[in-house]
């Protein structure tokens, strides 16, 4: 059983396209999270969601857009794709603030903009 | 610049070597995570200090927590192959849910 679960794992698109990202988790948690890692391997969070309230918004362009159905899926969608965009989105999950744990990674989403 | 800073960037060791990885902060840390990614795959969970002067072992990696709540280093012992990877040190700035990563070190080890 895989606690966090990403959708696809490997995505290719072309440029100015609009593409989903699944995520779900199965641990109960009640908060989760976007990361995303640069070329770089620089992580950086995106956005959170608390129960299905936005928590946590960074600086992203507004072509992205979080959606929580649910407490156990969190999912993003980008529109209009650009080459920038191209990166590992992460999905995380925590039960409550850090915790002893701190949070639950799925496994990745190696977004290609071509 | 970044908020966690890790050092070194990069790292080869041949097998049976000692390394120590350092995540640095000028703000007080609400809780310090390490975590191991292997080439293209997830985060897994190492260990999380709190406590100031704070340290924990699992197997041959350990990471301390200085008593300022600013600093932690992870030190593995007699390197192996299978610890190959990046590092990434994780912490919270304040009370709320966000956790900041360094940049990560990204570790070889050499047969």
Redesign the interface.
């Known amino acids: 059983d895989t606690a966090v679960s990403q959708t696809p794992k490997y995505l290719v698109t072309q440029m100015g396209n609009d593409k989903s990202i699944k995520c779900e988790q199965n641990l109960g948690h009640d908060?989760m999270?976007w990361y995303k890692q640069d070329s770089?391997?620089?992580?950086?969070?995106m956005f959170?969601y608390?129960n299905k309230e936005l928590?946590?918004n960074e600086t992203v362009p507004n072509r992205f857009s979080p959606k929580s159905p649910d407490k156990a899926h969190l999912n993003l969608h980008i529109n209009s794709l650009e080459l920038g965009d191209s990166a590992v989105y992460?999905c995380?999950s925590?039960q409550g603030?850090?915790g002893?744990?701190?949070?639950?990674?799925?496994?990745?989403t190696r977004l290609t903009v071509v | 610049s970044q908020e966690l800073e890790q050092s070194p960037q990069s790292l080869i060791v041949q097998e049976g070597k000692n390394l120590t990885i350092n995540c640095t902060s000028s703000k007080t840390l609400?809780?310090l995570?390490w975590?191991k990614?292997k080439y293209g795959?997830?985060?897994i969970?190492l260990m999380?200090l709190q406590k100031g002067g704070e340290e924990k072992s699992h197997e041959k990696i350990t990471a301390k927590l200085d008593e300022k709540k600013q600093q932690s280093s992870l030190h593995i012992t007699a390197s192996q192959p299978s610890h190959a990877g990046?590092y990434?040190c994780?912490a919270?700035m304040d009370?709320?849910?966000?956790?900041?990563?360094g940049?990560?070190t990204?570790l070889l080890v050499r047969p």
């Open positions: 908060t999270y770089k391997k620089f992580l950086k969070i959170s608390n928590i946590i992460f995380a925590s603030p850090l002893y744990y701190g949070y639950t990674f799925g496994s990745g | 609400y809780g995570y975590y990614q795959e997830g985060l969970f999380m990046i990434l994780g919270g009370s709320s849910y966000k956790l900041i990563f940049s990560g990204r």
